[in-house]
């Protein structure tokens, strides 16, 4: 008799986003998500294998015709209840010490993040604390927020380092994340972002230098003894900070060691971070408020995904990005919390929220950027993001007739969200 390690019964909806193998959704079909509904008192079930992969999902009668005689290590009646895919944040720095609540009372009086920057404010008064504290306190303060964000559906993540600015502090950060990878029941895309602000004391073209020269080396050299396991590389490409030049050679520096471009660009100021990105073939950049249409342009004829962020441009009040102009240009469209000191939400479902509200995107919209699209600027399409045989069972259970309240109902996630699975397995349950 065959054996699987999970199975869930007559759910009234499974929202797969993708049926057919999409590596990503682009322009209408970002409005066109995959769903199979309940029909009549025949629910939808989702089997899930030993190796953590979905081996099937349909109809309650099809699915029980063939698998009702197998043994399960877990049985999950979901009745009137939604399953969707685990959520995935494309953007997040979660390692820091140091919070900057006090800075909340001038954005609202309005200093802009410049303002607060060359105050002393901003990234470099979170890079003192960060480098001050031990990496015991940097985990534990990790963990506690990933564990948070797990709570929210969140099943996948970016991280980014970047509040080190030195080699030693951000090896310490990027080792916080390795221990947190092997050890949380998240999963973590790992990103090192040394080149997120230019360190007190240095020119632009010394800070540059030293992540080419000394950072990225020693962070080589850790990845090549197995200690250190990092996906991307990041730069802050924007007026004043790393210039397009600048951020050029640092990418292309971690590009050759294996890494993806993934970086932030065209936030503040239009500097072209687009085309640098689509000249480079990024994977993906983030923020892109200041994108030119030649950028949106050329992102699209080579399908780098855009990581957009709506805590941003709610918490500094920035223009929002074009995102229905990027939609019209089949430009991939990716979400991510943005959780870092200057924008704290933990949240991808009020993410979502606001990417509807302020970016006025549609609910199919913002659950395609939160899935399939996101795991696309990952380099996790093919494994992760949709409901589909094959791919990873990450899997949310929504308390709800309809999946669309997830996104609804503003910061309720808590009375929504019944279950977490991460790789068929129950990470997280609302019942205990």
């Not at 001050?132 to 709570?151: F, K, N, P, V, W």
């Not at 030693?168 to 947190?180: F, N, W, Y």
């Not at 609910?363 to 380099?379: D, F, H, R």
Request: glycine share 8%; proline share 3%; with cysteine.
């Amino acid at each position: 008799m065959a054996s699987f390690k999970l199975c869930l019964r007559n759910a009234r909806q499974v929202v797969q986003v993708c049926s057919e193998g999409e590596s990503c959704l682009v322009g209408e079909a970002m409005k066109k998500v995959a769903v199979i509904q309940q029909d009549g008192d025949d629910g939808v079930d989702v089997i899930v294998d030993r190796e953590g992969q979905i081996a099937a999902l349909g109809h309650s009668s099809v699915i029980q015709s063939k698998y009702g005689d197998c043994q399960f290590d877990q049985t999950v009646d979901c009745s009137n209840m939604c399953v969707i895919p685990g959520l995935i944040d494309g953007h997040t720095h979660p390692v820091w010490a140091g919070d900057r609540v006090h800075e909340f009372a001038m954005k609202l009086a309005g200093a802009s993040y410049m303002d607060v920057h060359k105050a002393g404010g901003g990234i470099h008064f979170t890079v003192n604390h960060t480098r001050s504290a031990s990496e015991d306190d940097l985990y534990g303060l990790l963990r506690s927020r990933l564990t948070s964000m797990l709570h929210c559906g969140t099943t996948t993540v970016e991280c980014k380092s970047g509040y080190g600015l030195d080699v030693d502090t951000e090896v310490k950060m990027l080792r916080v994340l390795e221990r947190a990878r092997r050890e949380l029941p998240i999963e973590i895309s790992s990103t090192y972002c040394g080149a997120h602000a230019i360190p007190k004391g240095m020119t632009v073209e010394e800070a540059t230098q030293d992540v080419i020269d000394v950072q990225l080396p020693r962070i080589k050299e850790l990845m090549e003894k197995g200690e250190l396991k990092v996906e991307n590389i990041d730069v802050f490409c924007d007026k004043g900070i790393f210039e397009v030049e600048e951020t050029r050679r640092i990418l292309e520096a971690g590009s050759k060691m294996g890494m993806a471009i993934n970086f932030h660009g065209d936030e503040l100021h239009p500097v072209r971070a687009a085309e640098l990105g689509a000249e480079l073939k990024a994977r993906a950049i983030s923020h892109l408020e200041e994108i030119s249409e030649p950028g949106m342009e050329a992102m699209a004829q080579v399908g780098s995904v855009a990581v957009l962020l709506p805590t941003t441009a709610y918490i500094l009040r920035l223009k929002p990005p074009p995102a229905r102009q990027m939609i019209s240009k089949n430009v991939p469209i990716a979400l991510g919390s943005d959780f870092n000191p200057n924008a704290y939400c933990l949240s991808m479902p009020l993410t979502m929220h606001l990417a509807c509200v302020i970016f006025r995107m549609s609910l199919e919209e913002a659950l395609v950027a939160a899935t399939i699209n996101a795991a696309k600027s990952l380099g996790r399409s093919q494994t992760h993001g949709s409901l589909e045989v094959g791919k990873v069972a990450d899997m949310l259970l929504i308390n709800a007739p309809r999946w669309e309240h997830f996104i609804y109902q503003m910061g309720c996630h808590q009375e929504l969200l019944k279950t977490v699975i991460k790789g068929g397995a129950v990470v997280y349950s609302s019942d205990k």
